[in-house]
């Protein structure tokens, strides 16, 4: 192990006295410098910061796969063409250690270099969010969709089996279902039962589609399960500026990561006394209190200048995107949104006009949630004008989720960063083994074309893919045999882009993040560094060819 | 595995044949070489350029390998981790990664044998000083001279203490003062046991300091012998005395004659070279003229002469001996035998021994003694 640590803590000082190791670090701290400066997203602060941690983290895993490519291969393949390994293997190190050495010392300086643009790129992500924000929205986007990391819940699936089953049965009484199978025979190659099957799947598929789209005047009711917010209240001190018992109100400055975290309508405690937020404005809320609550002694003592101890529940989110065949001319699509918790009959329900073809969030308090994890969810679609005109709404299930907060942003983002680590790690055994055969310019090569097709991977799996019931020439057979051993050799790197995640504010799950480190280290990287120790342990280190 | 008869490097029948890249043999640069390098022996490895002298040397260290025949170092392949830790090799280029300093490039080689911190760092700063680069030892190698990194090349071969030195055209860009030392490390490392093969096509090197050498031409061994034998030149005699005068000689002259013998040469010895330019830069040094290069180097690393009192002993060492130096006989004492008491020297010697006698052995396989010739005196 004190080899293997010799030849690690060699490779960290010959990386960071290697002048492009330099200069990638260099640039790499140019970007992440400029990008909260130039970066302007949609405008508002949480388009702004979104942007930040999109480009930030592209920008990240870009140059310090480049840093790691370069320095991976350059650090055996230079050994070699230099000769200094004449004096290296000339010691007591065995082959397999000094490959290994050397993989850890590039792993090292990844560590370095991540960990100092992960906390640059949080550093500027923690000065935007302090920026003013455009308003009372935007500033809860920034706190519940950006600094937070949430999980995302899937309606039930649409059960369409019965209309399935009496779409078939249609068809078999108006004598139309054997014409409709032999259409598929054919493509079924003559196999009867295959061709049944693929009828069966047609009409599964356009009945899954009728029942995704709505009417004008009707609605989709949508119920949710395993929600499980495990976010406490946000607990923070406000200061009254305006008391208005007797109406039941008062107006509260609170700090703006407590503002992010109400909604318009959620409930709010002050004091420990319920009330309801009733308007949201820059640095200010409004709070309406019961008028039996009102007049408890706690708040009858307030004065301007007051201050209170705030709690604020946590609130869910539901993400959807509608589409509509005919939008008015402002492309707005009204319907009114009604959430209950079927236990307590906790209800909300808003009105909005929504971009059509759009991904909108509608933030609620987690009161709609029962115990059980269970809440349903009713959109009713709206016509455009009071004379009824309206279209008709599509929503696919896919479409449309409940999100909630189940941790902060930070132990997120560390995950996310650990995710492009792995990238690293397995770029840096990829370099390493190609080091030990090839030579510098053709090892880069090799590794960026890896680099490319583990990126690719699933689009070139769907590029390749063979349809059975089309005919297929042989070289297609070929680029799909071809794939299917790349898909077993290589890593799926986008997995391991951690962009989306932390732009949308997604929970990084620690079960996501040990499948990919097994199925990119632990698998496959381990591999390319057995194959890396057995080239290198055959290899002649001074072999001449002449 | 070739039968090893006690051999430190042993080959039978070795041959190797480089190839194309459509892998015909294109290349025969050592064929059916078999060596006999035996322990304490400073063996020379001779022949012009692309004789096959390197190529033997990376099949010895396990660089290549034997397209033919077997080769064994200290009994076992040359791939073998295990006997790494017994050899020091200087390759033909110093082949230093450029951007460690000198300090940091031993410390890196240190390393590697698993040397403990503080003889790590004890021998460094020896090796730094027996190579004269201690002043400039934070520089970065890749800005030495060639002579510089050859210096720093040998202070890495050794800091192992090996007991196989493997040196490939070790002068190689060095100054005569680096040349001299050089050939004096060789002759006490011969002295103390350990095994030198040295190769180089630099004939007064290898003549002045191998006890037997191998000449090989176009990857075959033509001559293989002890120095001496291979070089006395049989039926001359060679007499040196003070000047004579013409009538001395023209005596000479008769009496030989009258023996039936004739004189074949008279000349005047000169003075070597290497001895002039040595006394001219002895003589700049001592009067401490600037230079930014190496200076001469200093005395040869104690644990190199096998007296290193190193790491913990040490100090309990010279305290033990300080005090047995410094202490005046109690009064009234009875004078002791002069037979029964030990020399300072020698008492340092035997505690020395005691401390640190496993320490000093550590590598060494059974049977490899030490003692094959005297070291010579040099006390520090």
């Known amino acids: 192990m004190r080899r293997i640590w010799a030849v690690t803590r060699q490779t960290f000082a010959q990386c960071l006295r290697m002048k492009v190791a330099a200069a990638f670090i260099i640039l790499l701290g140019v970007t992440l410098a400029i990008l909260p400066v130039t970066m302007k997203g949609d405008g508002t602060l949480a388009g702004r910061i979104r942007t930040l941690l999109s480009y930030g983290c592209g920008m990240t895993a870009l140059w310090l796969s480049a840093v790691t490519i370069f320095t991976s291969i350059a650090v055996v393949a230079s050994d070699i063409s230099g000769k200094q390994v004449f004096l290296v293997a000339a010691k007591p190190l065995a082959r397999w250690q000094y490959v290994l050495g050397r993989w850890l010392g590039i792993v090292m300086l990844d560590a370095m270099l991540l960990v100092c643009a992960a906390v640059t790129l949080y550093a500027f992500a923690q000065y935007l969010r302090g920026q003013p924000a455009l308003n009372p929205s935007d500033r809860r986007a920034v706190e519940t969709e950006v600094f937070a990391s949430r999980r995302r819940v899937s309606p039930d699936p649409p059960d369409v089996r019965q209309r399935v089953e009496q779409r078939i049965a249609r068809l078999k009484e108006e004598g139309r279902y054997a014409d409709a199978l032999e259409a598929y025979r054919l493509r079924a190659k003559g196999d009867a039962s295959l061709a049944e099957q693929l009828l069966t799947e047609q009409i599964q598929g356009d009945e899954t589609t009728a029942v995704q789209s709505v009417g004008v005047g009707e609605g989709f009711l949508w119920r949710f399960k395993d929600i499980h917010v495990v976010g406490e209240e946000i607990a923070g001190r406000g200061k009254v500026t305006a008391v208005n018992l007797q109406a039941g109100a008062l107006r509260i400055q609170a700090d703006p990561r407590l503002l992010g975290g109400m909604v318009y309508s959620g409930p709010i405690r002050v004091e420990g006394i319920d009330g309801q937020v009733i308007r949201l404005e820059g640095d200010f809320f409004e709070v309406q209190f019961r008028p039996e609550d009102a007049q408890r002694s706690t708040l009858t003592v307030l004065k301007p200048g007051s201050e209170v101890a705030l709690e604020v529940d946590p609130t869910i989110q539901v993400s959807f995107k509608a589409n509509a065949a005919y939008v008015s001319a402002e492309r707005m699509l009204p319907a009114l949104w009604q959430v209950l918790n079927p236990s307590t009959g906790f209800f909300y329900q808003e009105f909005r006009r929504d971009l059509y073809n759009t991904v909108h969030t509608l933030t609620l308090s987690a009161r709609t949630v029962d115990t059980q994890g269970r809440t349903e969810i009713r959109y009713i679609n709206l016509p455009f004008t009071s004379t009824g005109q309206g279209a008709s709404v599509t929503i696919l299930n896919s479409d449309v989720g409940v999100l909630y907060r189940v941790g902060g942003f930070e132990g997120n983002f560390i995950r996310a960063m650990a995710l492009i680590f792995l990238q690293l790690m397995f770029l840096a055994a990829g370099g390493v083994c190609v080091g030990t055969f090839l030579s510098f310019p053709v090892a880069c090569l090799v590794v960026f074309a890896v680099l490319l097709l583990s990126v690719g991977k699933e689009f070139l799996a769907t590029a390749t893919a063979i349809n059975p019931l089309i005919a297929t020439p042989v070289s297609q057979y070929i680029g799909h045999d071809a794939m299917k051993v790349i898909q077993v050799l290589l890593p799926d790197l986008s997995h391991t882009n951690p962009s989306g995640f932390l732009v949308d504010g997604m929970l990084v799950e620690w079960s996501y993040l040990g499948r990919e480190a097994a199925s990119t280290i632990g698998l496959r990287g381990v591999l390319v560094l057995a194959l890396a120790c057995l080239i290198f342990s055959k290899r002649e280190l001074a072999r001449v060819q002449v | ?380």
């Not at chain 2, 295990?82 to 450029?98: C, D, N, Q, V």
């Not at chain 2, 196989?164 to 060789?186: A, H, N, V």
Request: proline letters at 6%; charged letters at 25%; glycine letters at 10%.
């Open chain 2, 1 to 380: 595995m070739a039968e090893t008869n006690g051999a430190v490097v042993a080959t039978r029948r070795l041959t190797k044949v480089f190839r194309d890249f459509w892998l015909r043999e294109k290349v025969t640069a050592v064929a059916d070489l078999n060596l006999d390098i035996r322990p304490g022996e400073v063996f020379g490895l001779l022949g012009p350029n692309g004789s096959g002298k390197s190529t033997t040397i990376k099949m010895i260290l396990g660089l290549l390998f034997p397209t033919r025949g077997t080769i064994s170092v200290f009994g076992r392949l040359p791939t073998d981790v295990a006997i790494k830790s017994r050899i020091g090799f200087l390759p033909e280029e110093s082949y230093l990664y450029p951007f460690l300093d000198a300090r940091e490039t031993l410390d890196f080689y240190g390393r590697l044998f698993r040397q403990p911190r503080r003889q790590r760092h004890r021998r460094i700063d020896m090796l730094l000083e027996m190579v004269g680069l201690g002043s400039v030892a934070y520089r970065r190698v890749g800005e030495y001279s060639k002579g510089m990194q050859r210096r720093i090349g040998l202070a890495q071969a050794l800091i192992n203490d090996p007991d196989l030195l493997i040196l490939d055209e070790p002068t190689s860009g060095m100054d005569p003062i680096g040349t001299r030392q050089f050939k004096d490390l060789i002759e006490t490392l011969g002295l103390r046991g350990k095994t030198v093969i040295l190769s180089s096509h630099l004939l007064a090197d290898v003549e002045d300091v191998c006890d037997r050498v191998c000449i090989l031409y176009g990857g075959r061994q033509r001559a293989e012998g002890d120095i001496a034998d291979l070089l006395v030149r049989r039926g001359l005699t060679q007499i040196t005395t003070q000047q004579l005068d013409e009538p001395t000689l023209e005596a000479l002259r008769r009496q030989l004659a009258a023996a039936g013998k004739t004189i074949v040469d008279v000349t005047s010895p000169h003075d070597k070279l290497e001895s002039l330019f040595l006394r001219i830069v002895q003589e700049a040094q001592d009067q401490r003229l600037a230079t930014g290069g190496a200076l001469a180097g200093g005395r040869m690393a104690e644990f190199l002469r096998g007296q290193a009192p190193e790491g913990r002993g040490e100090k309990i060492l010279q305290q033990l001996v300080a005090a047995a130096e410094v202490s005046p006989p109690a009064a009234g004492a009875a004078p002791q035998a002069p037979s029964s008491a030990p020399s300072p020297s020698q008492t340092r010697q035997s505690v020395l021994e005691e401390l640190l006698g496993k320490d000093k052995d550590q590598g060494r396989g059974p049977g490899q003694g030490r003692g094959k010739k005297t070291p010579p005196s040099q006390e520090p």
